[in-house]
């Protein structure tokens, strides 16, 4: 079957703007991490979901990034008032339950100008 | 904190010759211990995970909990083994967000 899709692939915006990136788990996996990944690092956790519920938002670096998983299926994570400190690649994940195996998406390579 | 240390940006070797790819990590509990690999325009993925004890591709990794580390070995290096691989961490707080080194991108030349 399909695995992890993000979308967008790529995604360039100007400063102070708004950007949503969109995850799409694979079919009937619970657990749902967001992380990000600046240039020569490895990825850093940002959040992560059981279901609907947001369990940890521990990872997320201030209160402009935000993400929510409203029907247990598809994320968002959005970010405001964007700043040039945010360009990265944003990676999704999910797995079948908390201890699962995390199975990646694409990521998203956001730019801010 | 936990923290995962991987100190080679960049291991080259020639195809057939033995590899280690260092891994170091630090959690005061019992952690799981990960290897991802992500190939040239691929998405990340599971390598092995330290608990399944299996080999991969020829690789395997043994967890040194005295020297805390885990690091990753192959006998003979194959081209198709050129790619970044990160070493991971997950702690026994009962989910596995994943902690993970900076990575060691690993060219094997013919």
């Not at chain 1, 708004?18 to 490895?42: E, F, K, M, N, T």
């Not at chain 2, 799981?32 to 004890?53: A, D, G, N, P, T």
């Not at chain 2, 290096?77 to 967000?97: F, I, N, R, V």
């Amino acid at each position: 079957g399909a695995g992890v899709s993000q979308s967008p692939r790529y995604k360039v915006t100007k400063r102070g703007q708004d950007v949503a990136l969109r995850c799409d788990p694979i079919s009937g996996h619970v657990s749902l991490y967001w992380y990000r990944q600046a240039l020569g690092q490895g990825p850093e956790f940002l959040t992560y979901f059981n279901y609907e519920a947001q369990q940890d938002k521990s990872g997320l670096p201030n209160d402009r990034f935000s993400a929510e998983r409203p029907e247990g299926s598809i994320s968002t994570l959005t970010i405001q008032r964007t700043e040039q400190r945010d360009s990265a690649m944003y990676r999704c994940a999910s797995s079948l339950a908390g201890a699962g195996e995390q199975y990646f998406g694409p990521g998203t390579r956001l730019t801010v100008t | 904190a936990q923290r995962v240390t991987q100190p080679e940006k960049l291991l080259s070797v020639f195809k057939g010759a033995p590899v280690e790819l260092k891994c170091n990590y630090s959690y005061s509990g019992s952690p799981e211990l990960f290897w991802y690999v992500q190939y040239s325009r691929q998405r990340l993925q599971l390598l092995l995970r330290h608990i399944s004890r299996e080999s991969i591709k020829g690789f395997t990794a043994d967890l040194n909990k005295g020297e805390t580390s885990f690091h990753l070995k192959k006998p003979f290096a194959q081209e198709e083994d050129s790619a970044m691989y990160y070493c991971a961490l997950s702690g026994s707080s009962g989910y596995s967000t994943l902690t993970f080194g900076k990575g060691t991108m690993l060219l094997v030349s013919p």
